[in-house]
């Protein structure tokens, strides 16, 4: 694409907020002993979506570092530019995946976005979306379940039928873009299945606690009853604790590590009660986040043990499904399914092989690679909202690889990618279905 559609700066531009304090200072910087390992070979340009799309350097994996690294040593400004090529990273971690030095690009990123929170005064619209959204919604069950009704409303009342036929979108377009993003609501909820226990069928072989989450409660309800109703036809008895939370995932991305490892504690605190063998998640950015409790509460003297014994239990549920190994009978269902990874399973996790394993163990189901499959959707968290343009360009790229393949179907591993591949589908597609794995399994249980 052209570089130059997507607002973007370089080095010289300079660009200090006024009154913020140059350097980073305060909790959660990037760290010298993550850092230090780049040796700036360059091997991540290419797998790096923003730096494939726009071709600047300072869009790269590499180019970030380096900024981080004049940050830290007072050369550049904690300002604008530095702060517009940070937000520009999907946090999609490619770059890990393709680093010969072990440089842990996530921490490096997800720090310089917490001292960006510290010391960036964000434009005041910004700033009041970001409270809305991780302080009022996210971590408040009430709070989401009645935006979600009032979304529910819009939706079946035939009111946004009819704005999209009106033509009304034409007139705002950031509007317009962001309109096929938005989830549909589904009704009932998840949220009255928090707190209750789900029996396994047949002989109970492990006892596993679920975290549901939060807008997946919502916007995902049939998923979540689908995990459900696999973990029990694969002899698990299932809980889901009462006191569960929002995982933190989209705090940590934005930098809000504070409110992030409030959200933490309560969660471990829930889960803990809980005898069980694993934890679960279907939501790869979720996972990648729980999974990483240690790490954020890891100066905290009172938590981090009981943060270890957590993530020690932590597991997507892919790799916990292929780990105990199917035992519930499969019916055929035919059809032909293209894998895309989701970043945070992929290259935060490092789980690739169990989602194609239970895929393939579907009789009747044929499985083709896409090309470029582990390459970042768009979706990427928020980042399709806050940067609707780059994310719908890496997701026409996306759609023009499932179509590629001839795929009716588009299997995956995270509520947020499904929605991306969705509006994929709806913008650039040819009707593909998009499911989660787990799904999919789902619809092959067979003899019950
Ligand atoms: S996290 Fe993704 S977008 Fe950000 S620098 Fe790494 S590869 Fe590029
Ligand atoms: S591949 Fe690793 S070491 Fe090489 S430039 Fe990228 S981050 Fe640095």
New binding site residues.
């Given amino acids: 694409m052209d570089g130059e559609q997507i607002e973007t700066a370089t080095l010289a531009e300079g660009g200090a907020n006024p009154g913020s304090a140059s350097g980073f200072s305060g909790p959660d910087q990037p760290e010298w002993e993550d850092y230090s390992?780049?040796?700036?070979?360059?091997?991540?340009l290419n797998q790096c979506p923003t730096y494939r799309e726009l071709g600047v350097e300072m869009d790269s994996?590499?180019g970030r570092?380096y900024q981080m690294v004049q940050v830290a040593e007072v050369r550049l400004a904690l300002g604008e530019t530095f702060v517009r090529h940070i937000d520009l990273c999907l946090d999609c971690r490619a770059?890990e995946t393709?680093?010969?030095?072990g440089?842990e690009?996530g921490k490096l990123v997800e720090a310089a976005r917490a001292q960006i929170h510290q010391h960036y005064r964000r434009p005041l619209v910004e700033r009041l979306l970001r409270r809305v959204a991780f302080q009022y919604l996210l971590p408040k069950p009430m709070s989401l379940r009645v935006a979600a009704a009032l979304l529910r409303f819009f939706q079946a009342s035939g009111l946004q039928e009819m704005i999209r036929r009106s033509g009304l979108l034409e007139s705002f377009p950031r509007l317009a873009q962001l309109e096929p993003l938005a989830p549909a609501i589904e009704s009932p909820s998840f949220f009255p299945q928090i707190g209750k226990v789900f029996p396994a069928r047949g002989e109970r072989r492990f006892r596993v606690a679920f975290h549901a989450g939060c807008i997946a409660n919502v916007a995902f309800a049939r998923l979540q009853e689908a995990t459900v109703r696999v973990l029990q036809a694969n002899g698990c008895e299932v809980v889901i604790p009462a006191g569960q939370i929002c995982c933190g995932a989209l705090h940590v991305h934005a930098g809000l590590r504070e409110e992030a490892r409030a959200l933490a504690r309560k969660n471990i605190a829930a889960f803990l009660r809980e005898p069980v063998d694993a934890i679960l998640t279907n939501a790869a950015g979720c996972g990648s986040t729980l999974k990483e409790y240690g790490y954020l509460l890891r100066d905290d003297q009172e938590w981090r043990e009981k943060a270890a014994t957590f993530v020690a239990r932590m597991k997507d549920v892919t790799e916990f499904l292929v780990e105990i190994g199917l035992t519930q009978p499969l019916r055929p269902v035919p059809r032909t399914v293209t894998y895309q990874d989701s970043c945070h399973l992929a290259h935060g996790q490092k789980v690739r092989q169990p989602p194609r394993m239970l895929l393939e163990s579907v009789p009747g189901l044929r499985l083709v690679e896409m090309p470029l499959a582990d390459l970042c959707c768009g979706s990427a968290g928020i980042y399709n909202v806050t940067e609707t343009r780059l994310a719908m360009q890496l997701l026409r790229n996306k759609m023009d690889a499932v179509n590629s393949t001839g795929a009716d179907t588009i299997a995956t591993a995270n509520p947020g990618c499904i929605l991306q591949l969705r509006a994929g589908v709806k913008l650039h597609g040819h009707g593909q279905r998009v499911a989660h794995v787990v799904e999919l399994l789902d619809e092959a249980r067979a003899g019950e």
């Fill in positions: 390992r780049c040796i700036r070979c360059g091997l991540c994996p590499r570092i770059c393709a680093c010969p030095s440089v690009y």
